[in-house]
């Protein structure tokens, strides 16, 4: 009798686990990635002005060279995913993000930028390009976007998972409306995008990613339907 108590017992147990785990799991992550973009943030107050400036600087260079010989993008979750790499970007490209310090450590060295979502309750760091890699870290700057930096003639499109095992990554998008606002925290600034609207496209239909001239544009971008991959969710934000 209590050989079946104590089976019925542990049965019980392995159920409540197995209920718990996802969103208990999913805190956990969430909470990591919080932890690598306040990193992200403890290292660049550390690092010398003349250094960041010149990292900014780098990068506007790169977008400038992007706006003037835009070429579209490829979307990131398309199986064979190509991008193009632009030449004028390669060296922003090559240092990523800061440098490692006097003692060598190099925790975070591939966090470019992060990504603040307060109604979604999301920070999380944002890595340049779109990798398979990229995506299961963070949220990636697709190829042939603007880097994350701001300033005019720039658009820079952010994609994340929908959701990826036990990491929220973009899961919610879709609870962001007109009028709400994102972040984007580059190494000396913050930038303030609000949400103008949202679409549903297909993986093809690009054209409203690229740059537009005279604007600061920041577009969040995932798969749609949730558990999906047939169609996009795209949230496009307008510097405030």
């Known amino acids: 009798m209590n050989k079946k108590k104590g089976f019925i017992v542990g049965l019980f147990a392995i159920g409540v686990i197995i209920l718990i785990y996802p969103n208990a799991a999913q805190f956990i992550?969430?909470?990591?990635?919080?932890?690598?973009?306040?990193?992200?943030?403890?290292?660049?107050?550390?690092?010398?002005?003349?250094?960041?400036?010149?990292?900014?600087?780098?990068?506007?260079?790169?977008?400038?060279?992007?706006?003037?010989?835009?070429?579209?993008?490829?979307?990131?979750?398309?199986?064979?995913?190509?991008?193009?790499?632009?030449?004028?970007?390669?060296?922003?490209?090559k240092e990523g993000s800061l440098t490692a310090d006097s003692q060598g450590n190099t925790t975070n060295i591939d966090t470019f930028a992060t990504l603040e979502i307060p109604k979604l309750g999301l920070h999380i760091p944002i890595l340049l390009g779109a990798s398979d890699y990229t995506l299961s870290q963070g949220i990636g700057q697709v190829e042939g976007s603007s880097l994350p930096v701001g300033g005019l003639n720039s658009h820079t499109v952010l994609a994340g998972h929908r959701g990826m095992g036990?990491?929220?990554?973009?899961?919610n998008l879709d609870e962001l409306q007109p009028g709400d606002v994102f972040y984007i925290h580059t190494l000396d600034e913050r930038l303030v995008y609000q949400v103008e609207s949202s679409a549903v496209i297909l993986p093809y239909e690009t054209e409203s990613l690229r740059v537009e001239e005279g604007k600061d544009l920041a577009t969040l971008l995932t798969c749609h339907p949730y558990r999906s991959n047939t169609h996009r969710l795209v949230v496009y934000g307008v510097r405030r």
């Open 166 to 171: 036990t990491k929220e990554m973009f899961r």
């Open 29 to 93: 992550n969430n909470q990591i990635q919080q932890s690598y973009a306040e990193d992200f943030h403890a290292e660049a107050e550390t690092t010398p002005t003349t250094t960041k400036q010149k990292k900014i600087e780098d990068a506007r260079e790169c977008n400038t060279a992007i706006f003037r010989n835009d070429e579209g993008l490829s979307d990131p979750f398309t199986e064979g995913y190509n991008p193009h790499e632009n030449p004028d970007c390669s060296q922003v490209l």
